[in-house]
């Protein structure tokens, strides 16, 4: 089955402690994105992923790191959380970035909580 | 980067055929027009995706007209379980699939 599968599903952590949201494609798609969603705010892109080795920053990269070093995984890291990193965090994948193959798969969605 | 604006609210009643406009004024040549359907804690679902004319699909039909400047997604005799948010994404410049605040439809019994 096509999917995106974002692990943990939630999570509550202390403020500082470093943490890794997991995302993995079994699609083979080139472009991979973050996002998060606060209430009033809509989503918001964190970082995306063109390809292999290739991020870059969206509207919102501030406290967050990315690696992609394979092309099924994105994983997004939060080197020292603090507590307005607390959100749902989403990871999406699509073929194409742009063009007519741009339908993007979403995973389940991480709640994350900062204490 | 292509702006969209779309309409915060909407409510409609059961059975209703629901029209959501979205104004992308500064779309590129080459950008798609894409809709998502988001319910609560979900993340958003594709519904139809088009470049000009009318695309039709089994969940929906999109509407753009000519000059591309805007474009109309169109639910047939809406349900309850079409109360969502729906995003309008119409890509320009090189930061791709950006989601702007969407449309939250409410379906009334």
């Known amino acids: 089955e096509a999917q995106v599968t974002q692990n943990p599903r939630y999570l509550i952590t202390v403020t500082g402690k470093k943490l890794t949201v997991t995302c993995s494609q079994n699609?083979?798609?080139?472009?991979m994105s973050w996002y998060r969603q606060d209430p009033g705010l809509g989503l918001r892109q964190i970082y995306y992923s063109m390809n292999v080795e290739v991020t870059d920053k969206g509207d919102v990269p501030e406290g967050y790191k990315v690696s992609r070093k394979e092309k099924r995984n994105f994983p997004l890291i939060l080197e020292s959380p603090s507590p307005n990193q607390t959100s749902l965090y989403f990871c999406a994948s699509s073929l194409a970035a742009r063009g007519p193959n741009t339908e993007a798969f979403f995973g389940q969605g991480t709640r994350l909580t900062v204490v | 980067l292509a702006k969209t604006t779309q309409p915060i609210s909407m409510d409609s009643y059961e059975g209703q055929e629901v029209n959501i406009t979205c104004s992308h004024n500064n779309i590129a040549t080459n950008d798609y027009i894409t809709w998502y359907q988001q319910f609560p804690s979900q993340g958003p679902r594709f519904i139809i995706q088009g470049y000009k004319t009318k695309v039709t699909n089994e969940v929906a039909s999109l509407f753009i007209p000519a000059d591309r400047k805007s474009s109309t997604l169109s639910l047939p005799r809406v349900s309850l379980s079409d109360t969502a948010v729906y995003y309008c994404?119409?890509?320009?410049?090189?930061?791709?699939?950006?989601f702007g605040k969407g449309t939250r439809l409410s379906v009334i019994a």
């Open positions: 699609m083979n798609h080139e472009y």
């Open positions: 994404l119409a890509q320009s410049g090189n930061t791709p699939l950006v």
